[in-house]
């Protein structure tokens, strides 16, 4: 199994409830696919630098697994056919990379984080 990272931009209109059920739908997917499913890092509602579909907001969700290709695959298919998904991206990370979201990322070149 290979790690992959997954971002979902969903259609920043829709309410909390139908995004989270989308997400757990996606990991359903997944899962039923024999995959070891990783962090979810929800960032939320942002603003895009270009308008996308007819709309300048969307909602934004990352989440992590260890799946085959061919999991992915049809995760892929799924998003692509999802009137809610203004955009997504599957990419493929590396074995260091994979479970590191939100606060537990390391500075760059192994230097510590400055102390107050």
Do not use: N
Not at 29 to 57: C, I, N, Q, T
């Amino acid at each position: 199994m290979r790690p992959y990272e997954v971002m979902v931009i969903f259609d920043a209109d829709l309410d909390t409830e139908t995004i989270q059920a989308a997400v757990q739908a996606q990991r359903d997917l997944l899962r039923s696919r024999g995959a070891e499913l990783g962090p979810v890092d929800v960032w939320g509602r942002r603003r895009f630098a270009y308008e996308l579909k007819h709309r300048w907001e969307g909602y934004y969700v990352v989440h992590q697994a260890r799946a085959e290709p061919a999991a992915m695959d049809e995760l892929h298919r799924m998003l692509s056919l999802s009137d809610d998904v203004l955009r997504h991206k599957v990419l493929r990370i590396p074995e260091h990379v994979y479970g590191r979201l939100g606060g537990d990322r390391p500075e760059p070149d192994g230097a510590s984080a400055p102390t107050a």
